[in-house]
């Protein structure tokens, strides 16, 4: 179990104003693995983002890949206290190419450093170098690419954008992104 207390920046009515004040905002989460209890919160983030995914939360085989994580432990899950399930992640941990299968955050989580947690864990636990993590995300002509803040958000992290991959099931464009681990 991982406890994080991220801050980041996002200015606020003082910087705004000019007065030199900035405003942190925080996510303390729990990063954890995923344990069975944990199926109907994958699910409700499921159901925030099948407008950018497709359809998922009725879908077996969604239902199996959550379950299968789960089971092997390379399903990850981020807590808050006052919100509950934050965010969940799906990982794909066989060297040396390591997969990020599913990582969503909560809309209300997003840009608080609760997605870098989960990354951030998943590389702790399951990658061991040389190697590389990959995701397929948003291509760049995708309504979700700006709004959800993936490309932005995995660049962040260290990733680089490479090859197109086949679209979504929602018939969006998508690209994979990598990262070198050493």
């Known amino acids: ?7 980041y920046g996002r200015a606020g009515a003082g910087a705004a104003s000019g007065s030199g004040h900035r405003v942190w905002h925080t996510a303390r989460v729990i990063v954890r693995l995923a344990q069975e209890r944990d199926f109907p919160g994958f699910l409700a983030l499921a159901a925030e983002v099948e407008h950018w995914f497709g359809p ?14 789960i089971r092997r432990s390379t399903a990850l899950v981020a807590e808050s206290a006052e919100s509950g399930l934050v965010g969940g992640l799906l990982f794909g941990a066989k060297a040396p190419v390591f997969h990020v299968h599913w990582l969503v955050v909560a809309e209300g989580g ?10 951030d864990e998943a590389s702790r636990r399951f990658v061991r170098g040389p190697g590389t993590i990959e995701v ?4 760049a ?13 995995y660049e962040a992290l260290g990733f680089t ?3 197109a991959a086949e679209p979504g099931p929602e018939g ?6 990598r990262r070198p681990v050493t």
Request: hydrophobic share 35%.
């Open 1 to 7: 179990m991982n406890c994080v207390n991220r801050r």
């Open 56 to 69: 998922m939360v009725g879908e077996p085989g969604f239902h199996d890949a959550v379950n299968e994580h």
């Open 110 to 119: 997003r840009g608080t450093g609760v997605g870098r947690a989960l990354m």
């Open 136 to 139: 397929i995300t948003f291509g």
């Open 141 to 153: 002509d995708h309504p979700g690419a700006v709004t959800s803040g993936a490309r932005v958000f």
């Open 161 to 163: 954008p490479a090859e």
């Open 172 to 177: 969006g464009s998508r690209q994979v992104y």
